[in-house]
């Protein structure tokens, strides 16, 4: 008996972690698969950011693969049977994990991988974020498998009649480097990190200044959808809750440090709570208000 128990769990460790995805159709062309508004764990498995297909006509074009092999896979099998196209590129918007590992399947599928100019061989790392926290079976197969196209400023990809412009932020904002990608046809510009909309942004890897820039660029767009790579809303209006909520902790932690407040009393004074009940408020603004007051204090 329990040498059975053993095979089986071999066996269930070999097969994988089903994501159970699915499509969603935001456009004409384009279908998401939207991330749960959580922190990766073993439950989730990573399944926590946007990853997005759009097809071409005779391809697709991927922006961010996704946290693992095995969801890359997933989401490529599901959309095969939407439309069975090759993939000719993938974009990645920038370097945080839960965006690019999926790599890993779509090299082996020959296309070519996208990303900003933070990727490079100095930010590799032995063991990434997401190895550390979800389970052995759905990181099966995943290794770091980094762009081999780097965006310095911009490049632009043509598809027959369309094209798809890449361009890079120039600036520190979500991360030291990020992209977003527009397809003026189709009225649409993906832009990662830069938007959330399900929950609390993270500001640690940031700068208030140059991510508020960025999104006042992105508002000046002629876009109908705007995709983020956290939260389901990709109207013109998926933008403004990052917007708002960077401003709002600027301009209050500006005050703190004009005030001449210490940093102690700003994390306990700065609570923005019209933002109270938005996810992980609980467990990152406090945080958020720390990174902000020692970025604000150096002159960001």
């Known amino acids: 008996m329990k040498s059975l128990l053993i095979f089986i769990t071999i066996i269930q460790s070999l097969s994988g972690f089903d994501y159970n995805l699915e499509p969603k ?38 922006i961010d693969s996704g946290p ?20 000719s590129y993938v974009v990645n918007t ?7 590992l999926g790599n890993s399947y779509y090299i082996e599928t020959g296309a070519t991988i996208v990303g900003s100019s933070g990727f490079s061989s100095e930010t590799r790392v032995e063991t990434t974020r997401m190895q550390k926290r979800i389970s052995k079976e759905a990181f099966l197969k995943t290794t770091q498998v980094y762009p081999l196209v780097l965006v310095e400023d911009e490049k632009v990809l043509d598809f027959y009649t369309k094209q798809v412009h890449i361009k890079s932020v120039n600036k520190k904002a979500h991360t030291a480097s990020d992209l977003f990608i527009y397809i003026p046809d189709e009225k649409i510009v993906f832009v990662g990190d830069l938007v ?11 700068n208030l200044k140059g991510w508020i820039a960025a999104l006042d660029a992105i508002r000046e767009m002629d876009v109908e959808f705007i995709v983020g790579g956290h939260g389901k809303i990709i109207d013109t209006t998926a933008i403004d809750m990052t917007y708002n909520y960077l401003k709002t902790l600027r301009e209050q932690v500006s005050f703190m440090l004009e005030e001449g407040e210490d940093i102690a009393y700003a994390v306990n004074t700065v609570q923005m709570k019209e933002f109270k009940e938005i996810n ?15 970025m604000l204090e150096w002159g960001e």
Not at 69 to 87: D, G, H, S
Not at 280 to 294: K, L
């Open 196 to 206: 959330f909309n399900d929950r609390i942004p993270s500001i640690r890897d940031g």
């Open 280 to 294: 992980f408020y609980d467990s990152m603004h406090r945080q958020n208000v720390e990174f902000a007051f020692r």
């Open 68 to 87: 693992t092999y095995q969801y890359a896979q997933q989401a490529y099998k599901k959309m095969q049977t939407i439309k069975n196209l090759p993939i």
């Open 94 to 100: 920038h370097v945080h994990d839960d965006h690019w």
């Open 25 to 62: 159709k935001i456009s004409a062309t384009t279908h998401c698969f939207f991330g749960l508004s959580e922190v990766m764990d073993e439950h989730n498995n990573g399944n926590m950011s946007n990853s997005c297909f759009v097809d071409m006509g005779s391809s697709y074009l991927v």
